[in-house]
C-alpha cells in the first residue's frame, strides 16, 4: 500500500507505483511475472482529466506493459470490483498471475470538483443539483435507526471512538490520532445526527494484491491466504421490506465459500462514515436486528475482541481513497490473517471477510463486494 493522507506533491503514477511494487516484491514476483492486470480508479477522469488508459498510463510508469490491462470503474467498490474479475480470470484458466491495484488522488485545488465528483456516484437524474452528498444519506439511515430505537447516538460516537482508536496504530492510516467520546460529539456538525469525527474525508492513496493460481508463485515462506469467495452484487430500487444489498452479497460469499458470519474471525467492513459499522453488523449476520448496539458494547468487536472489525481503522480513519478501498481492505485482512499487522494485530484469525459497497441508487448502494479469505497454514 501507499499510505492514505495528502500528497499535493504525488502523481496518480507516483501513488501507484508504491503499492504496485511494494505488492510484487511481498510476493517475490517481478513485473514480467504478470499475465494480467486490474486496474481500478473512479474519479481521476472528473479530477485528473485521464480517461479511457487510466490503468495504462500508470501500469506503463513500473514497467508492465504488453499485458492485458483492464481498467475498472465502480464507484468506492471499484478496488474490490477489480478483485472479483482477478478472481475470474485466473478461474477461467486465463492467467496465472494477476496484478490488481487501486489508485485514488481526491485532493485537487478546488475543493467543490472533488465533491461534484463524489455526487456522481448517485443516478444524477435523481440527485443532480440538489446538493445531496452521502453524508446525508447515511445521516438519514441512521435517523431512521435512533427513532426506531435500533440505535442510540452513543452508539454513533463510541463506534467512531473504536474506528480513531484503531487508526492511530495503524502507519498506513490517514487519521492517526485518539479521540474522546467528548470530541466526536463536539465536532462539527456535518448531516445530523453525523459529526465530522464520525466520518470519512478526502484521501489520496493506492493499495495493490497479487492474486495467483495455486502452485503458480514459489514459496516465499509466507503463511498462504486463499480467496474463498468472492461475489458482488448490484442494486435495486427497495420497497423498503426486502434484504439489503449487503445482505444478498454477504449470503452468495458465505454459501461460496461454505462458512457462515459465526465463522469470520475478523472483518474489514465499509464504513465511510463511523456509523455506519454498526449497519453492517445486522447485514453482515454478525448480531441480530437491533443488536448492533449491544454487541458495540460487549467489546467483540474490538481489536482484542472474539471478532475485531475494522481493525484498520475502516474507512473513516485509515481512510478512503476512493478507487483504492476495496484493495485496501485486502492488504489488511492479509496482514493479519499472515500475523504481520504490528500494533494492530489480531489474535490468530484464520477467516477475514472483506465488505465494499459503492455508489447509490434510491434507497440502496448501487453495488456491494463480499469476499472471504482464509489463512491455509496452521498458526502454530
Not at 490517514?174 to 445530523?192: F, M, N, T
Not at 449491544?294 to 481513497?321: C, K, W, Y
Amino acid at each position: 500500500m501507499h499510505p492514505f493522507g495528502r500528497y499535493p506533491n504525488s502523481s496518480l503514477k507516483d501513488l501507484n507505483r508504491v503499492a504496485c511494487v511494494s505488492a510484487l516484491v511481498d510476493a517475490g514476483l517481478a513485473v514480467s511475472d504478470v499475465d494480467a492486470v486490474y486496474a481500478a480508479n473512479a474519479m481521476a477522469g472528473l479530477l485528473q482529466g485521464q480517461e479511457m488508459i487510466r490503468g495504462q498510463s500508470v501500469m506503463r510508469e513500473i514497467g508492465i506493459e504488453r499485458v492485458p490491462v483492464t481498467n475498472v470503474e465502480n464507484a468506492c467498490a471499484s478496488g474490490s470490483t477489480a478483485l472479483r474479475q482477478a478472481v475470474l480470470a485466473i478461474r477461467a484458466g486465463s492467467a496465472d498471475v494477476v496484478l490488481v491495484a487501486g489508485v485514488e488522488k481526491m485532493f485537487v485545488e478546488d475543493r467543490s470538483r472533488t465533491l461534484a465528483a463524489l455526487e456522481s456516484a448517485g443516478d444524477l437524474d435523481v440527485v443532480s443539483g440538489i446538493g445531496l452528498q452521502f453524508t446525508a444519506v447515511y445521516g438519514m439511515r441512521l435517523r431512521k435507526l435512533i427513532a426506531a430505537g435500533r440505535l442510540t447516538v452513543d452508539d454513533l460516537v463510541a463506534v467512531s471512538v473504536k474506528s480513531h482508536a484503531n487508526g492511530e496504530r495503524n502507519p498506513y492510516a490517514q487519521h492517526r490520532k485518539v479521540v474522546s467520546p467528548e470530541e466526536v460529539l463536539g465536532s462539527r456538525p456535518i448531516a445530523d445526527p453525523l459529526t465530522l469525527l464520525m466520518c470519512s474525508s478526502i484521501c489520496d492513496g493506492a493499495a495493490a494484491v497479487v492474486v495467483a493460481r495455486r502452485g503458480a508463485v514459489r514459496d516465499n515462506s509466507k503463511p498462504t491466504v486463499r480467496i474463498r469467495a468472492s461475489q458482488a452484487a448490484t442494486g435495486y430500487t427497495t420497497t423498503g421490506n426486502e434484504p439489503s444489498l449487503t445482505e444478498l452479497c454477504a449470503a452468495a460469499a458465505y454459501a461460496e465459500a461454505g462458512v457462515g458470519p459465526e465463522d469470520v474471525d475478523v472483518a474489514e467492513v465499509h464504513d465511510a462514515m463511523a456509523p455506519a459499522e454498526l449497519i453492517a453488523y445486522e447485514q453482515l449476520g454478525f448480531c441480530s436486528p437491533g443488536d448492533a448496539g449491544a454487541l458495540l458494547d460487549s467489546g467483540t468487536t474490538q481489536i482484542d475482541g472474539s471478532r475485531p472489525v475494522n481493525p484498520s481503522g475502516g474507512l473513516s480513519s485509515r481512510g478512503h481513497a476512493v478507487g483504492a478501498t476495496g484493495l485496501a481492505q485486502i492488504a489488511e485482512l492479509t496482514w493479519q490473517l499472515r500475523g504481520e499487522a504490528a500494533g494492530r494485530q489480531t489474535e490468530r484469525p484464520r477467516i477475514g471477510l472483506a465488505h465494499n459497497n459503492g455508489g447509490w441508487l434510491e434507497g440502496e448502494s448501487a453495488v456491494s463486494c463480499v469476499h472471504l479469505l482464509e489463512r491455509t497454514d496452521p498458526w502454530d
